[in-house]
């Protein structure tokens, strides 16, 4: 009997909700269904649940619709960090975002890309530590004190090492870090070699990033060059979430105060006449280099730089929960 209701109740599932529907139980009116929602990003699945609830709530004999959702794989939300050149802080940016972005409750990983100039592993206090491999080869990161897992050339190398590879080699070296078990990650950061050359481009085109992160300094030159990186995304169709303006004004270290010797708003007058939003500015302070020296963030300490980040990671946050995401 029970069985009846259930067929005719799948009949007046909306196609989405009968494709993805997964069980459908109904017990004295109330209808609990259990729907697979991978891939579909956070607005979908609740115009999905409005759809299927609506659906089944004008049936006859039907009192309350449950529904349940599941995902049988995270999608993993891959954002690019890059910038026109280099010294810009873009390393120091990935690291702290992902930390903040960690201590939100969300579980991320961080690639280092940069291979000509890997700093992750001393960033997140994990030189000297190897990766070790899966049965089927993948490489498993390494942990951090920070809880972001990690992977960098600096972990595959001995230390101090030069690195002479051409592009196809790197190239490789890139995918099986991308390609690495990330577990849980929902959220996977890679921080991109500065510039735009072949190794960035190739990196976009084989593992299409969510979105992409522009770094620069308030200097001009260093905007020119951002708006270059800017064309870099542009052209592996990667949307922007935005720019950050890093050693935007000079923290004392005394008193903690910002002054702005080169002026300000430089980068956020840039992101407005490119369209882009702007996420945010850090400034130049000492204690974030003695942080990033010490391979002790500053995103997971306490005061204004901690905040700073934060605010940066909780814009990056709402962004990606706006927009879908790879299947892991
Ligand atoms: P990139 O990855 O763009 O080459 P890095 O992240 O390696 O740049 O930063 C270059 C140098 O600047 C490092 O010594 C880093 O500690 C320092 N640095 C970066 N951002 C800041 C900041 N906001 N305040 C102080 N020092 C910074």
Known sequence: MSDDITERLKLALPPLGASRLQSMKVADGVVTTVLDVAGLDRLERDRLEVAVKDALRGEAGVSEVRVAMMADKPARKIVAVGSGKGGVGKSTLAANLAVALARTGRKVGLVDADIYGPSQARLLATEGSRPTATPDKKLVPVESPWG?????M????EPGQAIAWRGPMAGNALSQMVDADWGEAEILIVDLPPGTGDVQLTMLQRFKPTG?????????LALMDATRAIGL??????PIIGMVENMAGYACPHCGEVSDPFGTGGAQAAASTMGHAFLGRIPLDIAIRQDSDAGNPSAAGEGPQAEAFAEIAQRIATWLDNQGGVPA
């Open 212 to 220: 992409a992160l522009i770094v620069s300094t308030p200097q001009d």
């Open 148 to 152: 972001v897992p990690v992977l960098s």
């Open 154 to 157: 600096a972990h595959l190398t």
């Open 233 to 238: 995304f542009d052209q592996g169709n990667v």
